[in-house]
């Protein structure tokens, strides 16, 4: 989790509440997704860790600011505060693909807070269906509940599906780091 520049011309995109949210609920995903069985106690914990880490990131989007948590980090990029859904901000956004350069300075694009968004509602639906199955025990065995987690969980598959590839696809044709900063911080400009 280092936050130091590899040249004097990187800059801070991601913080580390950023990045732990982020590997954290792809770890618990491809845990609960992929490897556990469901309604196990193993499948319970990572689907507690995942609401834990998805309620932290949106506290941290409320919380975050441009002046940042260090005098040398920037969190505005977290920010909910800069979110700009706009039609112009959409068109710039596809005019930047384009012309094969995203700036550097951006965070999330417009498409990107969609998929943010997208994530944050499934995960939560997730963890309250999931909690009232398991600990509600009038709503135990519940088919309709049953059938909105795994209608849920699918759809969030197919989310990260579409999330790897427009990562993979903007930054190859925008020409921009996109995974780097999601590792380290630091993008290059």
Known sequence: MSTTKDTPSD????????RVCHWGIVAAFITNY??????????????????????????????????????SENTSYASFSNISLDKQTFLDHVQHLKQRQIPTSHGHNPFGWLMVFAVIALMLGLGITGFMMEEIDAMFGNSTLEWAHSIMADVLYAC??????????????????????????????
């Not at 069985?37 to 990572?46: D, K, N, Q, V």
């Not at 609401?51 to 975050?64: K, N, Q």
């Not at 790897?164 to 911080?185: F, H, S």
């Open 11 to 18: 800059i801070y995109v991601w913080d580390w509440v950023v």
């Open 34 to 71: 992929f490897i556990v069985e469901p309604g196990r106690l193993y499948h319970e914990i990572a689907g507690y860790i995942a609401l834990a880490l998805i309620i932290s990131r949106v506290v941290w989007g409320f919380y975050s600011n441009k002046s940042g948590t260090y005098k």
């Open 160 to 189: 990260v599906l579409v999330h790897i590839a427009a990562v993979l696809l903007v930054q190859y044709v925008g020409n921009v780091q996109l995974i780097r900063p999601m590792l380290t911080g630091w993008r290059k400009r």
